[in-house]
């Protein structure tokens, strides 16, 4: 039994095919030692067999190494009349053609749902519309290990019923759910009654998150949704500035996730800095210049953005002319501002700027940028 069974529902859209986009982003984001513990099933889910011949073709010439190996499996819809009853007068949408689509849907989640019960250890649900970070896997490996054992539901997306992981023995159970439900609750509530239902009262929403919607044009003929998470991973890497600051040495005493190294920060037009707990009273991020330095500007951003996540609640930023930083006689000190700190000055002979927490926080810290601006 492999470790992860990534399912993938696709149909044809009229005006745009994404699968591909969404496949290229999870193979390449997995070692050749990382192929071995997954598995991604691809479920063919249109109701017309000539698109869902096309659809394998294309698949099936694009990897044909990924397909013989068995990482990417294909799976056909029963027989309709078996599995999806008539659609017709539904309730519980504005319009029959809407709630016909969104019926098939959640039917279309249930029957995946119920193949790949017995794959894996774990399953990730996705859609054919989605991008993922290079780093996808490992890091939905080491939140597992990092969460307490009695989760039901850890998402790595915002959105719908989109990069939600769960263990594959509540498969049958959470399909049997949206069948019960599947003609007036679409499957992206129905997924949280069931986490209630199992026990776990509240959502477990990892962010950054690893996973993005690019679908606009919608599997419903005519519809567009232009939805993105807010908390991407790789959007978040960018940074405001493409600044080249000055030469330092970068340490800190606060807990490090080394996937986020404090010089990501301060390096580069991408990366930022992730602490692996919630930050303390008196802990300190630092910058050390090689020499010393006449500064104009100093911007730093902590958390996904202004007043959102992840953000330094309180602390301030302080600069320092002593060779080593550490004698703690800092001068201009300015106070974060929902996570930011952003002044203008004329300061010559800086020799350091310091983040210095002052005051515990219940969340990990993440400062997206710091950019230092010479006279």
Not at 224 to 230: C, G, N
Request: glycine letters at 4%.
């Amino acid at each position: 039994m492999r470790f992860l069974t990534i399912g993938v529902p696709t149909v044809c859209r009229k005006q745009q095919q994404y699968v591909l986009t969404t496949l290229d982003s999870l193979v390449s984001g997995l070692s050749r030692g990382q192929r071995q513990e997954v598995v991604i099933v691809v479920y063919l889910a249109d109701q017309n067999e000539t698109c869902r011949r096309s659809t394998e073709t294309d698949i099936r010439q694009k990897y044909p190494s990924l397909v013989q190996s068995c990482l990417i499996r294909f799976l056909h819809p029963p027989a309709i009349s078996r599995f999806y009853p008539a659609l017709s007068r539904q309730s519980g949408t504005n319009s029959e053609k809407k709630a016909r689509w969104r019926s098939k849907q959640n039917l279309d989640f249930s029957y995946l749902l119920i193949q790949c019960q017995n794959l894996s250890t774990y399953y990730l649900q996705l859609e054919d519309d989605v991008i993922a970070v290079s780093w996808f896997y490992r890091s939905i490996k080491e939140t597992i290990k990092m969460t307490a054992s009695n989760w039901v539901c850890i998402e790595f997306i915002e959105l719908g019923f989109i990069g939600k992981l769960f263990h594959s023995s509540d498969l049958v159970p959470l399909a049997t759910m949206i069948v019960d439900w599947y003609q007036h609750t679409p499957a992206d509530d129905t997924y949280i009654e069931y986490y209630k239902k199992r026990q776990q009262k509240s959502r477990i929403l990892v962010t950054p998150t690893l996973f993005q919607h690019i679908g606009w044009h919608s599997s419903l003929d005519g519809r567009l949704q232009k939805l993105k998470d807010p908390y991407f991973e790789s959007d978040l890497e960018n940074k405001l500035f493409v600044n080249t600051n000055p030469p330092a040495n970068i340490s800190t005493t606060m807990t490090i996730d080394f996937q986020h190294p404090p010089r990501d920060c301060y390096e580069g037009s991408r990366g930022y800095f992730l602490t692996s707990e919630p930050v303390k009273d008196g802990t300190v991020f630092s910058v050390l210049f090689l020499s010393l330095q006449n500064l104009s500007r100093i911007f730093v951003q902590t958390g996904i953005s202004a007043g959102r996540r992840n953000i330094l609640e309180e602390g301030v930023l302080e600069l320092g002319k002593n060779i080593d930083c550490r004698n703690q006689s800092f001068y201009n000190v300015y106070r974060f501002h929902k996570g930011m700190v952003d002044v203008r000055i004329d300061q010559k002979d800086v020799r350091c700027i310091v983040i210095r927490v002052t005051a515990d926080q219940k969340s990990v810290l993440m400062i997206k940028e710091i950019s230092v601006f010479q006279k």
